[in-house]
């Protein structure tokens, strides 16, 4: 299964600010997706990181807030923009092969706390 | 996207012991995923099982599928205080590569 590289794997941020994870697999993949995971709370997919164009953000999510880059096949982006206290939560990125009935695989997440 | 019911939310059993973890979901799939999270941390993926198989082994693990119901069912044997742990289902909706997750089990296993 790819080796999917997670960072940073926790950071203490202040309100109003920015921050960007990265997720690097060891290998090209088809799909990579980005999920939220609020305190003691299950995940949630936040966007489908597409390569060459714009992500596939689900409902409650925009691109304004987390805007998400995707220049090739093993690399992408997530940023959570003007953080506020609300957005303390792990944030992973997935990625899957595409091919029919292969399991999707995880980073190893990115604790995120808003001061 | 309409998340899953899992239960029980939390399960508390002795070294030894078998722990049985249910999921329900709401659309057709073409299988379904279980996960285990340590503390917080990334997902680490357990057994995959289609829509056309009804059960699934691995090691002390055994997964069931019902899809007239829609549930699912871990089964952990001869649990171990290192499965404490939260134990999540995510079904692909229908041949999605989307994933919809359960609310999940947290385990904790006494020694």
């Known amino acids: 299964s790819a080796v999917i590289s997670q960072k940073p794997s926790r950071d203490i941020c202040q309100r109003g600010t920015s921050l960007t994870i990265q997720c690097q697999v060891d290998?090209?993949?088809?799909?990579m997706f980005w999920y939220r995971q609020q305190p003691g709370q299950s995940l949630t997919l936040i966007a489908t990181a597409n390569q060459g164009s714009e992500a596939t953000y689900e409902s409650g999510f925009v691109i304004d807030k987390f805007p998400i880059s995707r220049p090739n096949l093993t690399f992408s982006t997530l940023t959570v923009s003007n953080m506020s206290p609300e957005d303390s939560s792990i944030y992973l990125c997935?990625?899957?092969?595409?091919?029919?009935?292969?399991?999707?695989?995880f980073g190893d997440g990115t604790r995120l706390s808003i001061l | 996207s309409q998340q899953g019911e899992e239960d029980p939310q939390a399960l508390s059993i002795q070294e030894g012991e078998n722990a049985t973890m249910n999921c329900s979901y709401k659309?057709?799939?073409?299988?379904l995923q279980w996960y285990r999270q340590n503390s917080g941390r990334g997902l680490v993926h357990l057994i995959l099982i289609r829509s056309n198989e009804r059960e699934k082994h691995s090691g002390r693990l055994r997964v069931t599928l019902d899809t007239s119901k829609k549930s699912s069912s871990l089964l952990i044997t001869a649990s171990r205080a290192a499965d404490t742990a939260s134990y999540f289902c995510a079904s692909d909706q229908g041949g999605s590569e989307k994933l919809v997750f359960g609310k999940g089990t947290k385990l904790t296993v006494n020694p």
């Open positions: 290998s090209q993949v088809t799909m």
């Open positions: 997935s990625v899957d092969s595409g091919f029919s009935n292969q399991p999707q695989h």
């Open positions: 659309t057709s799939i073409n299988n």
